[in-house]
């Protein structure tokens, strides 16, 4: 929200993930994927979760050559996003691409089981 009182959406209503009540952005939580310097390509889609409602999970795939843990990417997550919007889960992975190499969220989606964030 602006200091004027008007709410900025970042990117489409259904990737935004909503946590506890909180909202997470999924292009902001992306952004500090692709500072890691082993990430390649970088996706965050909604996971459900029995507290939480849904939990970021993000989807990886890493440099060749590059050896990394999902504790590398979590703490590094930890370093510059606040705890609520940290990735609950990590997959390491090619991710779907159409053939112009846009990644394929809804897939995502579909391997995550978060049915409610695929037709909004």
């Given at each position: 929200m602006n200091p004027d009182g008007y709410v900025k959406i970042k990117d489409r209503s259904k990737d935004i993930i909503i946590s506890g009540g909180e909202n997470i952005s999924s292009i902001e939580v992306e952004d500090v994927l692709y500072r890691h310097p082993a990430v390649l390509a970088a996706a965050v889609v909604a996971k459900?979760?029995?507290?939480?409602?849904?939990?970021?999970c993000a989807f990886l795939e890493i440099k060749p050559g590059v050896e990394v843990t999902p504790a590398d990417i979590i703490t590094h997550c930890k370093q510059h996003l606040a705890g609520f919007k940290v990735p609950k889960a990590i997959v390491f992975g090619e991710l779907p691409k159409t053939s112009t190499g846009k990644i394929q969220?809804?897939?995502l989606r579909k391997?995550?089981?978060?049915?409610?964030?695929?037709?909004v």
């Open positions: 459900p979760d029995p507290k939480w409602g849904e939990t970021p969220k809804f897939e391997q995550a089981g978060s049915a409610t964030a695929i037709d």
